[in-house]
C-alpha cells in the first residue's frame, strides 16, 4: 500500500532552495540537514537532496553547480495574481510573466535557487481548443 509520494529535487544547494519553497509559498521544514531538506505544506510535500551526496549512485550524482536540465515543479494556488504580486516584490526573477492560457491557466514561471523553474498555476476557464482534442 502506498502511503506517500512526493517529488525529491536534486541540487547543489538543498538549504536555499528550501528556503525559497518556505517563503514564498509555505512550506515548512519537517527534516532538515545540509544534504537534504523535506517540506510538507499542508499535507504537501516536497524534498530536495545534494545532488553530488553520496546516497545517490556515483553514475547519478551531479557535479557542484549542477542542477538537472529542464527541471519544472508547478505549483497550483487559489490566486496566482497576488501570489506572483508578492514573488515580485520580494525580488524573484521572473522567467514568464503572469498571463493567461487558453488551455485553462493563469501562471507565471519564476526561478528558484539552482535553477529551479517554478510555474505557479491558477487553474481558469478553458478559452480555445482543450490539448489533444
Given at each position: 500500500?502506498?502511503?506517500?509520494?512526493?517529488?525529491?529535487?536534486?541540487?547543489?544547494?538543498?538549504?536555499?532552495?528550501?528556503?525559497?519553497?518556505?517563503?514564498?509559498?509555505?512550506?515548512e521544514?519537517v527534516?532538515?540537514s545540509?544534504?537534504?531538506?523535506?517540506?510538507?505544506?499542508?499535507?504537501h510535500?516536497?524534498a530536495f537532496?545534494?545532488?553530488?551526496?553520496?546516497?545517490?549512485?556515483?553514475?547519478?550524482?551531479?557535479?557542484?553547480g549542477v542542477?538537472?536540465?529542464?527541471?519544472l515543479?508547478?505549483?497550483?494556488?487559489d490566486?496566482?495574481?497576488?501570489?506572483?504580486?508578492?514573488?515580485?516584490?520580494?525580488?524573484?526573477?521572473?522567467?514568464q510573466?503572469?498571463?493567461?492560457?487558453?488551455?485553462?491557466?493563469?501562471?507565471?514561471?519564476?526561478?528558484?535557487?539552482?535553477g529551479?523553474?517554478?510555474?505557479?498555476?491558477?487553474?481558469?476557464?478553458?478559452t480555445?481548443?482543450?490539448?489533444?482534442?
Open positions: 500500500m502506498i502511503t506517500s509520494v512526493y517529488p525529491v529535487i536534486m541540487t547543489d544547494d538543498p538549504g536555499s532552495v528550501a528556503s525559497f519553497f518556505c517563503t514564498h509559498f509555505g512550506f521544514a527534516f532538515s545540509d544534504w537534504y531538506v523535506s517540506l510538507n505544506a499542508d499535507g510535500e516536497i537532496l545534494r545532488s553530488g551526496h553520496e546516497t545517490i549512485p556515483a553514475g547519478h550524482r551531479a557535479a557542484p542542477t538537472a536540465p529542464g527541471l515543479v508547478n505549483i497550483e494556488v490566486d496566482v495574481d497576488a501570489v506572483a504580486e508578492r514573488l515580485i516584490a520580494g525580488g524573484v526573477p521572473v522567467l510573466p503572469l498571463r493567461s492560457e487558453d488551455f485553462g491557466q493563469r501562471h507565471i514561471i519564476v526561478e528558484a535557487p539552482g529551479i523553474m517554478v510555474d505557479v498555476i491558477t487553474p481558469i476557464p478553458f480555445g481548443e482543450h490539448p489533444g482534442g
